[in-house]
């Protein structure tokens, strides 16, 4: 089955190493985001990805990076996580960005900052 | 910013009782989407509106949509333990390629 597959499921960091989180899709999609969610809170976009061209949003910080370095994956890199940045971390892909298309999640990854 | 706000924040339910949830937005909007979001997992898309859609039906899902009063619900039907869970509705900007804009959602506890 077609599908968004993240790696690992649960990541566990000490307080300034730098820790990487993984996304692979088998769908083909251009467009592949990365998704910050804290308890209770609404999924917050920290960039995505259409094809190779990159879109920070304004207020993610310069802690987190990201590559895709071709179609099927795409990783979000936290150079020095602190303990704020313990959270669910989504991946989702969609086909185009053009006006709000259905978006496809993976099953997410909970990050722990000891 | 256009993010959407659900209502009630959190909902709890009997089995079988009908679940409403509604969400508000502010700017013009090419469609709006309904997630749901099984606790620890990601989210699951639902339904699709269209701006010049009134209403929408899935299996026990029904949306409506008021571009007047830039609101949506989503009525689940007969809910069941299964549907507890957080719903959050999406917005899609009616210009520009710009990705979905989430709502702070909603949490639904069926209880059996």
């Known amino acids: 089955d077609a599908m968004v597959i993240q790696n690992p499921r649960y990541q566990v960091t000490q307080f300034g190493k730098p820790v990487t989180l993984s996304c692979s899709q088998t769908l083909n999609h251009n467009v592949m985001y990365w998704y910050q969610q804290k308890s209770s809170q609404a999924p917050k976009l920290l960039f995505h990805y259409y094809d190779k061209d990159f879109n920070n949003e304004a207020d993610t910080p310069d802690n987190f990076q990201s590559r895709r370095p071709n179609t099927s994956f795409c990783f979000l890199d936290i150079r020095s996580p602190g303990l704020g940045d313990a959270a669910m971390y989504l991946c989702?892909?969609?086909?185009?960005?053009?006006?709000?298309?259905?978006?496809?999640f993976g099953p997410g990854t909970r990050l722990l900052v000891l | 910013s256009q993010q959407g706000e659900e209502d009630p924040q959190a909902l709890s339910i009997q089995e079988g009782e009908n679940a409403t949830m509604n969400c508000s937005y502010k700017t013009s909007i090419n469609n709006l989407q309904w997630y749901r979001q099984n606790s620890g997992r990601g989210l699951v898309h639902l339904i699709l509106?269209?701006?010049?859609?009134r209403e929408k039906h899935s299996g026990r899902l029904r949306v409506t949509l008021d571009t007047s009063k830039k609101s949506s619900s989503l009525l689940i039907t007969a809910s069941r333990a299964a549907d507890t869970a957080s719903y959050f509705c999406a917005t899609a900007r009616n210009s520009g390629n710009t990705p979905l804009v989430f709502g702070k959602g909603t949490r639904l506890s069926v209880i059996a």
């Open positions: 509106i269209r701006s010049n859609e």
């Open positions: 989702a892909t969609s086909r185009d960005r053009a006006y709000g298309e259905t978006q496809y």
